[in-house]
């Protein structure tokens, strides 16, 4: 027994190089995220420009991409022990790492090494950073059955026309990666065959030409801001497509596993950075003449809190590990999306109370930990899609809906 007082080291998996790139990142939210989290969220600001540079600096956004790209050359571990720390400081954060580490251009773009050679450093350094729109006011959970559509030109130029929902940083970006319907679906149980994915340049700060956009007033995940997207005739060159026309759910089901690991680490960071505020307020605030800490109820609170966020963090630590070695994990990986996200709401939940009327007040972080953290039970799959997936795993498939997904799998490990 090595005595260690961390269990990730005592498992093995916390290497000295993992524990620095932590801390780094732990470093980096206390100094720079937190504060100006605690200024700008409460009145809704976006991330300041600063802060990206800093991340860029840091290398946050080239974790995964290879070194000979311009990146780190890391794996999903060292991305999601950056993605727990910054999520402790704010959540958008965290999010924002997602736009540069998600495999979906490189893998997209494999056949062209050329243009692999130009983009990826541009996107290790944080210049070239991403949204993502596949979700719209009719799809969500059944990515399968979007409408908005490309259409091919004589000269192989490709219109998108239709509306896009819910597009995180649309603004910001330097590229949406749009997904519309380029062929019809060859039957009703094949339907996620004929969506292809598109790079849709644009300048950063804007929308793209012929694309009018309006903001989705939400309760939380304040970083940055939430388009509604209506596409009208929006010119893409013929060199955007992204992978294989008409294959483009397969791209995307590839990186599904690192996408919930992702959000089972930011859902812990929000977790952690809920027991902190509280274990700190605890000891702090007097009721009855002595500090709230001493009572058992508190206490019991603070253990509970403790025991379900080490409990995610551990499941975490052995899905990072078999996505880095290759492994098929697509139910560990839905099982650490759908705990994290739960125990996340449950334990700012808790920390919410343990603060009192304190705690519903925007003059503690606790608030925010709570409302970002409902987000992670319904972004990159809903807990209840999550829960599907799991127990599909164990019962067996359920109907035609789960044999789409089931196709993707194969054709990554199959
Ligand atoms: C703040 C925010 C930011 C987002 N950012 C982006 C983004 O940048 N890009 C993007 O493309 N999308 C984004 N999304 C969309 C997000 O991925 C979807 O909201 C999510 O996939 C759920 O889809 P939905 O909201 O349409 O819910 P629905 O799919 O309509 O689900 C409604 C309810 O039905 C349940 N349900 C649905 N199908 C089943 C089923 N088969 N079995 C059991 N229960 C089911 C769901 O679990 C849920 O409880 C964002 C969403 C939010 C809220």
Not at 349 to 375: K, M, N, P
Request: one cysteine or more; proline letters at 4%; aromatic letters at 8%.
């Amino acid at each position: 027994m090595s005595g260690s007082p961390d269990p990730a080291v005592r498992a093995g998996y916390m290497t000295e190089e993992r524990r620095m790139i932590r801390d780094t990142a732990r470093r980096f939210t206390e100094e720079e995220v937190l504060p100006v989290a605690n200024e700008l969220d409460p009145v809704e600001g976006s991330i300041p420009d600063h802060v990206i540079r800093k991340m860029a600096d840091l290398g946050f956004f080239g974790i995964t991409i290879p070194e000979e790209h311009g990146g780190l050359g890391l794996g999903s571990f060292e991305y999601c022990l950056v993605a727990e720390q910054l999520s402790r400081g704010w959540m958008s954060v965290a999010s924002l790492i997602a736009r540069a580490n998600t495999g979906v251009l490189s893998d997209g773009l494999r056949g062209d090494t050329e243009k692999l050679k130009a983009l990826l450093p541009r996107v290790a350094a944080g210049e070239y950073l991403t949204a993502y729109a596949l979700s719209e006011p009719a799809t969500g959970s059944d990515l399968s059955s979007i409408s908005c559509r490309a259409d091919r030109q004589d000269n192989g130029d490709w219109l998108i026309n239709g509306n896009k929902y819910w597009c995180t940083f649309a603004d910001g970006a330097d590229a949406i990666v749009v997904f519309a319907r380029t062929a019809s679906p060859p039957s009703a149980d094949k339907r996620h065959l004929g969506i292809s994915a598109f790079l849709v340049d644009k300048p950063r700060g804007e929308l793209p030409d012929n694309c009018r956009g309006a903001t989705i007033p939400k309760i939380g995940y304040h970083g940055w801001k939430t388009f509604e997207l209506s596409f009208e005739n929006c010119r893409v060159p013929a060199d955007k497509l992204l992978g294989v026309e008409g294959k483009a759910f397969y791209l995307m089901a590839r990186f599904l596993d690192v996408a919930r690991a992702h959000t089972a680490a930011r859902s812990i960071g929000l977790a952690q950075g809920a027991l902190d505020d509280s274990v700190d307020y605890v000891r702090e605030r007097q009721q009855f003449g002595r500090p709230i800490s001493e009572f058992q109820a508190i206490r019991f609170k603070i253990a509970s809190m403790a025991t379900k966020i080490e409990a995610a963090r551990q499941l975490l630590h052995h899905v990072c590990t078999e996505i880095d070695s290759g492994r098929r994990c697509d139910s560990e990986a839905s099982m650490v999306k759908y705990f994290a996200s739960e125990i996340a709401e449950e334990v700012t939940s808790e920390a919410i109370q343990i603060h009192g009327g304190a705690g519903y007040t925007r003059h503690f972080a606790v608030e925010r930990y709570w409302r970002d953290a409902r987000l992670t039970k319904i972004f990159e799959g809903t807990s209840e899609i999550q829960q599907r997936i799991i127990s599909d795993n164990i019962l067996g498939r359920s109907d035609v809906d789960r044999q789409i997904i089931a196709d993707a799998f194969e054709q990554q490990f199959g």
